[in-house]
């Protein structure tokens, strides 16, 4: 599946830093933007490219999270399941959408369309409940909401992230971002959200 | 009472580009360092009084001053931005909205240390603030202020993101390294610390990114300006995170020392019709607080006189519809899920607080198992490898402390007396 457009990216990628093997995550991220998942073929050429065994890169892709053993859905969705999040609401959105999709942490729609998986904290707790889209901030989630969102991505057409790009990019998209690549979306969104701005909005007022 | 000055300029449209940041001065703080003398710019910030940010509180200027220098090796700043501590959302806003004082503190810090290469390690949940921060990386470098030659000093940088995959461990620094040199995220045994032999093995600078981020400011403004903010050794102001059953959640930048009362009465307090019942003043690995506990000074000498630790700065407010078993029960059920597996203590340990804590809240567990979970939490305390475990202890004891009472209730009761939906925030869509 990798053709040598892909082995330059990689390449480029394994160029950012003063020793190849520091590359092992990126080029994990960009596996999955072409795959959808850690495949074995993606594996393979890593250890090729960073002259190291595959059982190695096995280890290391197994160890974090967010590199997936089956291919993820096109659109991978993450409800907060930490303690804040779950008291507020996480619980009572994961209860729904998992019924509403009839799928389970880690599983996809039959379309292969949706995937979801219960997450830890995302650091946007000033935005509970959250969820995740394809690592695209969902913010002040509630059961509903969460429903529109899966519906709108089986339909092809998913909500805007709340703060994010105008539109929802796509898992293997949005990989190759993990990967640090450019897609040109950086100046879309907002700088900050509303939460983020009470302090400085109250400094003005005066306190 | 507030002191916007890392988000000063996050309500402008274009905060997080080039420009934007620049229209404040941006980058002229670098330009002032970079025509210092290196040691006087370690000088400055330890007169400053800066500590790091992102939990521990160590002296900033302090750690740039271990770096040894002359010893004709490389060395690396690396910056701490893998954000997971729950309840912790600050550096995340800090780098959608301002990805450039990032930037710029790191080119002085940079200087400072004698590091040609620095890294940002981001979590990698998070694409918007990647492609946030991977764009001023680049613009930083069109500008000529990293690569080559920056502002024409003859000095050089290069600035490289990594961007994680989902494990809490690489908030820890070393573990952080490891993952950073290509390996699994796991804390390496210390003496030697990252100062003597850090990334490569080579000296290295792990600071988190609001500790970087505030560096900019310092420099221009001067130590003396810093110093006029906060408590005798808790210098300058900071992000606070308010989060929870609140009426107004958000982010507050104020001087250290501010209380949570002074901050839930300017911003609407606690959720209408209900009342604080426990909270976190760093985090859930910081021992919780109760009501008794609004007018600690939020620095890093009060939060520590009154049983805790000041940590992240994130406060997160449970109202009294909360059922304290069933908030930690999750938390250790998410340090079991992180513990990278590397020491026993953490490893078998998280498993066996799950299982003890389950028993709690479902009501199967005896008072005698509330002593064998006491003493599973001595047995884990300060006997792992990093700090991992030590925070998983810390919600148990401190709320078996606080809310013995609720646990004797699940036991009595034979189950949790809560009802779950009462703390949702849209408990009248669920009924």
């Known amino acids: 599946m990798f053709n040598d457009q892909d082995l330059a990216v990689m390449d480029s990628i394994i160029s950012r830093y003063p020793r190849k093997r520091s590359a092992i995550m990126p080029l994990l991220h960009y596996v999955q933007s072409r795959a959808g998942y850690v495949t074995n073929e993606g594996i393979e050429l890593i250890s090729q490219k960073l002259e190291i065994e595959s059982a190695e890169v096995t280890a290391v892709s197994t160890f974090y999270t967010q590199y997936l053993k089956h291919p993820a859905g096109e659109y991978h969705v993450g409800v907060c399941i930490n303690t804040l ?6 619980d009572a959105i994961w209860e729904s959408v998992s019924e509403h999709l009839g799928i389970g942490n880690h599983e996809v729609t039959a379309d292969g369309k949706v995937s979801l998986e219960r997450i830890e904290c995302n650091a946007a707790c000033d935005y509970a409940p959250v969820v995740m889209a394809n690592w695209e901030f969902y913010d002040n989630m509630t059961p509903q909401k969460t429903k529109d969102l899966v519906d709108g991505a089986r339909n092809g057409n998913p909500p805007a992230p709340t703060r994010g790009p105008n539109k929802l990019p796509t898992f293997k998209e949005n990989s190759r971002v993990l990967a640090g690549l450019d897609d040109g979306l950086s100046n879309e969104g907002v700088s900050a959200g509303e939460a983020s701005l009470l302090g400085l909005k109250l400094a003005k007022e005066g306190k | 009472m507030l002191k916007p000055v890392l988000s000063a300029n996050w309500d402008e449209k274009d905060s997080f580009t080039i420009d934007g940041y620049k229209r404040h001065g941006g980058y002229e703080a670098a330009k002032k360092a970079l025509a210092m003398d290196a040691d006087a710019v370690i000088q400055l910030v330890k007169d400053s009084g800066l500590r790091g940010r992102g939990g521990a509180g160590f002296p900033t200027g302090m750690k740039w001053g271990f770096i040894p220098q002359n010893d004709g090796k490389e060395h690396y700043l690396v910056v701490n931005a893998d954000e997971s501590e729950p309840g912790t959302c600050k550096d995340m806003p800090l780098l959608m909205a301002n990805p450039h004082v990032l930037i710029e503190g790191m080119i002085i810090a940079s200087y400072a240390i004698r590091a040609k290469h620095a890294f940002v390690y981001l979590r990698g949940e998070v694409a918007h603030v990647a492609r946030r921060v991977n764009a001023a990386i680049a613009d930083a470098y069109k500008a000529g202020f990293l690569g080559k030659n920056i502002f024409g000093t003859g000095v050089d940088l290069e600035l490289t993101l990594h961007i994680g995959a989902g494990a809490y461990i690489c908030g820890e620094e070393t573990a952080l390294l490891d993952s950073l040199e290509g390996f699994r995220g796991q804390p390496r045994l210390r003496p030697p610390f990252p100062a003597i032999a850090g990334l490569y093995a080579r000296p290295t600078v792990v600071n988190n990114v609001e500790s970087i981020a505030s560096v900019p400011a310092i420099v221009a403004n001067g130590a003396d300006w810093y110093q006029q903010f906060g408590t005798e050794k808790s210098k300058g102001m900071t992000l606070y995170s308010l989060s929870g059953h609140v009426t107004n959640p958000g982010q507050f930048e104020a001087p250290l020392g501010i209380t949570l009362r002074q901050l839930l009465d300017m911003s609407g307090g606690i959720r209408a019709g209900h009342k604080l019942k426990f909270w976190t003043p760093g985090g859930s690995s910081t021992p919780m607080f109760t009501d008794e506990h609004l007018d600690v000074p939020l620095d890093y000498e009060g939060v520590g006189a009154a049983g805790s630790m000041l940590g992240t700065k994130a406060l997160q407010i449970f109202d009294e519809t909360t059922c304290v078993v069933r908030a930690v029960l999750r938390w250790v059920e998410f340090y079991k899920h992180e513990s990278c597996g590397k020491c026993t203590p953490c490893r078998e340990g998280t498993w066996w607080l799950v299982q ?76």
């Open chain 1, 85 to 90: 999040c779950a008291v507020m609401g996480g």
């Open chain 2, 356 to 431: 003890s804590m389950k028993d709690m809240e479902t009501g199967k567990a005896t008072e005698a198992d509330l002593d064998k979970l006491l003493d599973l939490c001595d047995n884990i305390m300060g006997r792992s490898f990093c700090a991992l475990a030590d925070g998983a202890v810390s919600p148990v004891a401190s709320s078996i402390k606080y809310f013995r009472d609720e646990y004797i209730a699940h036991i009595t009761n034979k189950g949790c007396p809560f009802d779950p939906v009462a703390s949702t925030l849209f408990a009248g869509e669920l009924a």
